[in-house]
């Protein structure tokens, strides 16, 4: 069993919206969150779909599953305080469902880059390895401030070695699930995604190299170059852009 995961539960205060949390903004005639939901429905290896959603739009975000064809949601599970306990909220809702050895795939319902062959490579290296973090290469200079001064410049670090942690990030159920009740039993709700919680668990992460597209709309700037590309895909100005199911 593989079961995908979708976080929907940000508000968007950094893409400063008048009325819509950012995941139901509509590109191209369809909310950001669809354009996810798009391409794990159309992988033929997804065979389930959970969403952690704003409670107050889990009603309006049902109505856009109907409108869209969307079948491979199952369920619908409000947020939590914090980020990670959204996705635990999503966890747990799994660990209910289905067995322990089911492949999880914890992405942002803003991620709507992903492609289908990323997704495939996901599963793979943790049927292989155990778990599979998306990255994708830094390819600018990576500069470390220190925390008492932040005008100074403390290191640089060889953009060689350094990754950008994206999504999706995959895990096997009953691994993400026992490192969230730890973490919920040292009363730690905080972390800043599963890769940082698992790591913190103790366990050694894999990596998956994603595109370099995949970015998560999280800005006004985010916003505009998601659109951008859709425009330029539709006509025929990007070469080899990846089948996303958009």
Partial sequence: MNCALIFAG??????????????????????IIIHTLDVFEK????DSVIVVCLESWIGYLREQLT??????????????????D???????????????????????GVRPLIDTDTIERNIKCVQEHGNAVTVSPALETIAVRPESNQQKIEKIIERKNCLLAKAPQSFFLKDIYTAHQLARSNNLHDFIDSAYLMQWAGYKLFTVEGPVYNIKITTPADFYVFHAI???HENGQINGFANNGA
């Fill in 10 to 31: 940000g508000t968007g205060q950094r893409m400063n919206t008048k009325s819509l949390p950012k995941q139901f903004l509509m590109i191209h005639g369809k909310p």
């Fill in 43 to 46: 992988s033929q290896l997804i």
């Fill in 67 to 84: 409108i869209f064809g969307i079948k491979k949601v199952q369920k619908i599970v409000p947020g939590g305080k914090t980020g990670q």
């Fill in 86 to 108: 959204s996705i635990y909220n999503g966890i747990k809702l799994i660990h209910d469902l289905y067995a322990e050895d089911t492949i999880v795939l914890i992405h942002d």
């Fill in 230 to 232: 859709l425009d330029a």
